[in-house]
């Protein structure tokens, strides 16, 4: 038997009072394109940012390969190497190159030396298409070359899982194709992603499963032709067809 | 039709040429001239006076042309009665040029111990202010205490009161007295350095500050991301936060530099030689107060605008585009 990539189990998260994961458990195999959807306040950032450590659960089970994510002995660094997170604002490094943000990870963390981290970032620009960019400032780049900067930095790690958190949510329309492209090939590749995003056509095209998360629970999941056309629960309709409704009018 | 006439004038490349160099261009000619002056003041009494019998402090221009024009202007003056005020003004100056040539060399000298005075402490405040600044943000409850009541308590006292209690009330003094080469040659005396000290403490209290401002205005998402790639926490700061941090705070530290150079003067009163020292000890034998008092404030102000000059460089320098100010 296989073990699961990820597996998640009755994790629970409280930002003080207000529980926001109210006992969540979902399991990922490698390759898996997980897509998580829900109405904004349900908790996927959170789900997401308990993964890789970003935010310490209250309680319940997270396990990267079997090992224990969130011990307390647990390395937090050693973790990230494993898990890339690719953010909605991009965070890119301000003061550095296209190619200097990808290669600080494999220079200070992974003690690549200067040239071989180069000749891979280099490489990993060009797996998104911005070759020609790697010496421009963030400043300098549209808001679908940065995110596509984002996702290069986050393959540099060479991680084991790509955490997205709603990649493309801020980004003008006409450059959420780019962004969603290069996702698709990584997808393609066989990259294990869990992917935070409301982007119908990524999600249909390119996952494996869809979760439906919705005020701290995972009211259904399964594959997006099963969810998306019969969905079994009432919430999750209500969903859809008030995210359809939204798309048809974007 | 002026404007017209002279755009398209025979030689505009002449004209324009001199137009700047008469009125964009009097403060670089102006500075260029004072930073020739002090190089050359510098060398014939530090480095060729020790080599070459050359007197040290000989002053470079001779008094005496300007004393003689002095007294030929005064004589015209005097018959005029009331209307020659203005002769007399000029006469006054020239005398007043004629002493200043004398007092120049010694305040030369000065300037050298004002630059080595601000220069060693705000390098010295910076490297204590840059862990300051980030104990200040970063650091846990305790920490941040006492970084914050180390920074208040130096900035709600006089600098001033601070020098002094360093000078008279520690043994600060006798110590750095007993250190090997203090004193000797080109290395100087005791006071000095209490001063260096005095303004390195004060100089990192407000550093820090500064700093502390321009870190947390680097955005949250930064260190976020940072943590993301497998950074620690303090490998965070040190690689993303701090260097955009610091771009950040180039145009106060700037600010910084050019109070320091001004506040360098208090180490006058625990008996440092620099600038202000040297413009006073003349004064009180002198008795030409203001006259000595704004030369000081002339040479003074070619410091601060020679500072604020170097730190534009610096800062267009290390300006990327989109952190600090953009580069063309
Ligand atoms: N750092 C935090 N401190 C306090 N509350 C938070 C914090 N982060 C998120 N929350 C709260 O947790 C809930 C879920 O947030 P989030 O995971 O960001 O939802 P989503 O990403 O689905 O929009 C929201 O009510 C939000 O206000
Ligand atoms: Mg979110």
């Known amino acids: 038997m296989t073990q699961p990539l990820l597996s998640i189990d009755d994790l629970h998260k409280s930002y003080g009072s207000e529980e926001v994961l109210e006992g969540v458990g979902l399991e990922m195999d490698q390759g898996d394109v ?66 200097e943000n990808v290669t600080l990870g494999p220079k200070k963390v992974l003690g690549m030396d200067a040239a071989d981290a180069e000749a891979a970032g280099r490489n990993h620009l060009e797996q998104v298409g911005l070759l020609e960019q790697a010496d421009s400032y963030p400043a300098e780049l549209s808001g679908g070359q940065k995110q596509r900067v984002g996702i290069a930095r986050a393959l540099a790690m060479d991680p084991e899982l790509l955490l997205f958190d709603e990649p493309t949510s801020a980004l003008d329309p006409e450059l959420v194709g780019e962004v969603v492209e290069v996702m698709r090939d990584l997808a393609d590749e066989g990259i294990t992603m869990l992917v935070v995003s409301h982007e119908m056509d990524f999600a249909r095209s390119a996952a494996s499963d869809i979760v439906f998360l919705d005020d701290g629970e995972i009211v259904e999941h399964g594959p997006p032709e099963q969810l998306f056309q019969n969905p079994t629960a009432d919430r999750t309709e209500q969903f859809l067809s008030r995210l359809h409704a939204h798309e048809e009018t974007a | 039709m002026s404007t017209a006439e002279s755009t398209t004038s025979p030689n505009p490349g002449l004209w324009d040429r001199i137009g700047t160099v008469f009125t964009v261009r009097p403060l670089t000619v102006g500075l260029a001239l004072f930073w020739v002056w002090v190089l050359a003041r510098w060398t014939t009494d530090f480095v060729l006076a020790g080599v070459s019998g050359f007197d040290r402090g000989t002053p ?13 202007v005064a004589s015209l003056a005097t018959p005029l009665g009331a209307a020659g005020a203005p002769l007399v003004w000029v006469a006054d100056t020239l005398r007043f040029t004629a002493d200043a040539t004398a007092y120049l060399p010694a305040l030369a000298h000065g300037i050298w111990t004002t630059i080595l005075l601000t220069v060693f402490s705000v390098c010295l405040g910076f490297t204590l202010a840059l862990p300051l600044s980030v104990v200040r943000v970063y650091g846990g409850r305790w920490a941040r205490w006492l970084a914050l009541s180390y920074t208040e308590l130096i900035r709600g006292t006089p600098l001033l009161a601070q020098l002094f209690v360093l000078y008279f009330a520690t043994s600060l003094t006798q110590v750095l007295r007993g250190v090997p080469g203090v004193g000797v040659g080109f290395v100087p005396a005791q006071a000095f350095w209490v001063a260096v000290i005095s303004f390195t403490l004060n100089s990192a209290a407000y550093q820090s500050e500064y700093l502390r401002a321009s870190l947390e205005s680097v955005d949250g998402g930064q260190l976020t991301a940072a943590r993301a790639i497998g950074l620690s926490k303090l490998e965070g700061i040190r690689y993303v936060v701090v260097p955009q941090g610091l771009r950040l705070a180039l145009p106060s530290w700037t600010n910084e530099l050019v109070y320091l150079i001004k506040y360098s003067s208090l180490a006058s009163f625990i008996t440092v030689q620099e600038l202000y020292g040297r413009t006073s000890t003349i004064a009180n034998e002198t008795y030409q107060y203001t006259e000595l008092f704004v030369l000081v404030a002339i040479l003074y102000l070619a410091l601060v605008v020679s500072a604020s000059a170097l730190m534009d460089r610096v800062e267009s320098h290390a300006a990327t585009a989109g952190v600090g100010h953009t580069r063309q």
């Open chain 2, 60 to 72: 470079f221009i001779p008094a005496a042309p300007f004393l003689t024009t002095a007294d030929a």
């Open chain 1, 34 to 99: 997980t897509v998580l959807i829900g109405p904004s306040g349900s908790g996927k950032s959170t789900l997401l940012r308990c993964v890789n450590r970003l935010t310490e659960i209250n309680s319940g089970r997270i396990a990267l390969d079997g090992q224990d994510v969130t011990g307390a002995e647990t390395d937090v660094n050693e973790l990230r190497k494993q898990v890339g997170m690719v953010f909605q604002d991009f965070n890119l490094f301000a003061h550095l190159t296209a190619l």
